[in-house]
């Protein structure tokens, strides 16, 4: 039997679909304004940024971007094709890959990431109290744990 | 001077960011698995369901499932295709349509309804206290006003 949402639960889930879908758009539309990027290249400069040697095998990437291995194939070829990221095959793996992050791409991220900083704290902490931003964590890491198992 | 996020900002930032993008993957995947439709399509049969006559000028439309104009005529064209909606020319404005929901659409939604309203109690709601859904309702309320004004 279907486990219908009552009226708060409805309100609740409306509300958050429609910030979420908000929010994610309009970081999309600013950082694709400001810096010719989506948010989806962005997030993957980040996270080679923040990886040892600036390097990461594409199948940590994919993961660690929440990307199937198609997806990130295609949008680290669009990013090769700026020259932000190198993909290079590993040595002891002759099926793996490794993405490696440029000058150019670190570049583009350190040039890209005020304005995206400030986009999020705009719409998403100055709204908030920090006691919100708290409960916001709580929640959400509750939600991955349950996509993720 | 850039106004950067704290480690506690961070974190919060990112397990929101994570949490909502897989929800929504999840959701559309679910949907399109299912139902055949991806979750944007599904928001504009539950519009039109809850409008008068089951039908609404495509700009409360666009306006009420969050869409640019051309974003929402070619998923309107799509789901005409599949003879779910229709779209109506305005008696008293030349210039304006109507979206109208068939019987066929109806049809549609309410077959999909269950297996979706369960994805989102399953990832949403039951990974979440009561205190939780309220919270996170306050919070979304005031994402959704910042990003609105």
């Keep these: 039997?279907?486990?219908?949402?009552?009226?708060?639960?409805?309100?609740?889930?409306r509300a958050f679909y429609s910030s979420t879908t908000?929010?994610?758009?309009?970081l999309d539309r600013e950082l694709q304004h400001d810096a010719g990027m989506p948010h989806a290249y962005y997030e993957i400069l980040v996270v080679l940024s923040e990886s040892?040697?600036?390097s990461l095998r594409m199948s940590e990437l994919a993961i660690k971007t929440r990307s199937s291995r198609s997806r990130l194939?295609?949008?680290v070829t669009k990013l090769e094709a700026r020259g932000w990221v190198k993909?290079?095959?590993c040595d002891d793996d002759k099926?793996?890959?490794f993405a490696?992050?440029?000058?150019?791409?670190?570049a583009a991220l350190e040039a890209a990431a005020p304005g995206h900083v400030e986009t999020v704290r705009t719409h998403l902490f100055d709204p908030l109290t920090p006691q919100q931003v708290e409960q916001l964590k709580q929640?959400?890491?509750?939600?991955n744990a349950s996509l993720k198992s």
Excluded: K, P
């Design 87 to 89: 993909r290079r095959d």
């Design 139 to 143: 929640i959400s890491d509750a939600i």
């Design 22 to 26: 908000l929010l994610i758009d309009r």
């Design 95 to 97: 099926r793996g890959q």
């Design 1 to 13: 039997m279907t486990r219908w949402l009552d009226e708060e639960e409805q309100a609740a889930w």
């Design 100 to 106: 490696d992050l440029t000058e150019e791409g670190f």
């Design 73 to 75: 194939s295609h949008a």
């Design 52 to 54: 040892q040697g600036r």
